[in-house]
């Protein structure tokens, strides 16, 4: 990633070069359906493979003994060189303009992305698994860092119009088959219900869309799995499970 400004000679004293630690597996294999924030979905799982220049039991040494970790990454699924100063956040229905530092857009200046997660360890292949993600799979990863408790949370700290997490907003009800698909996935894919419950519960669609009639069958790509979905009143139903 590079970002350039004020350039002095052949290198700006403003840009930096990185490069990544390690890319993440997840199962989210778009961008649609992802929640807006890590904590928001415990109960999706990553694993980040690190690059092969980092010895994971050296650079891990230690991390066991912290719950929770800091992630830097980038954006790579969005077109680069592309963000705005002022954006309209979802939560805000997505009339609202507020400023692009008021706000966790993906389209930023530099396209780093910071999450909170759950450390679960160093696996049988040296892979730092992690839970609690909100990131695409691939994700090049930047950095990790533990959560310090005593620094890293504020008391009584205002957020502005992200003061409140977001209502769960839908009931989840799953079609004969899609119940039968689940059940027959369920060794294999332990959490995949609670994954898709997690999603729909949130209304993944564009915010215009919750306040207009719509019949459309939307389509989530979750692990190797596209599931179709159809709006009903408050439900959001489940039709299909099928392989990708
Ligand atoms: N917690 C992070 C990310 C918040 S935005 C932060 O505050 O920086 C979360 C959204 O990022 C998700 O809804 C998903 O659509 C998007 N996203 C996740 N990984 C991405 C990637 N690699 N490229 C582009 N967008 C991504």
Redesign the pocket.
């Known amino acids: 990633m590079t970002y350039s400004n004020n350039n002095v000679g052949e290198k700006s004293i403003n840009t930096f070069e990185f490069r990544s630690i390690g890319v993440i597996s997840t199962p989210f294999k778009q961008?649609f359906g992802?929640?807006?924030?890590?904590q928001a979905i415990s109960v999706a799982t990553g694993t980040i493979q690190f690059s092969p220049d980092i010895n994971p039991t050296n650079a891990c040494r230690g991390l066991d003994a912290f719950s929770h970790l800091w992630i830097s990454?980038?954006?790579?699924?969005?077109r680069q060189g592309i963000w705005k100063d002022t954006v309209r956040p979802p939560r805000l229905g997505g009339n609202e303009k507020v400023g692009v530092f008021a706000t966790?857009s993906?389209f930023r200046p530099n396209p780093i992305?910071?999450?909170v997660v759950k450390n679960g360890g160093l696996n049988e292949h040296n892979n730092l698994v992690v839970e609690g993600i909100?990131?695409?799979d691939q994700?090049p990863i930047i950095d990790i860092k533990p959560y310090v408790h005593y620094a890293d949370s504020v008391n009584h700290a205002i957020s502005g119009f992200a003061e409140f997490a977001p209502k769960q907003k839908m009931h989840v009800e799953y079609s004969k088959l899609a119940s039968l698909q689940l059940n027959t996935l369920a060794s294999a894919y332990p959490e995949l219900q609670a994954l898709l419950n997690n999603i729909l519960e949130q209304d993944p669609r564009p915010a215009y869309k919750s306040a207009t009639k719509d019949d459309k069958i939307y389509s989530v790509l979750l692990h190797n799995f596209d599931i179709k979905w159809q709006v009903r009143d408050t439900i959001n139903y489940v039709l299909d499970i099928e392989i990708h």
């Open positions: 961008k992802i929640p807006r924030q890590s990454f980038i954006f790579h699924g969005n966790r993906t992305g910071l999450s909100d990131l695409l994700t």
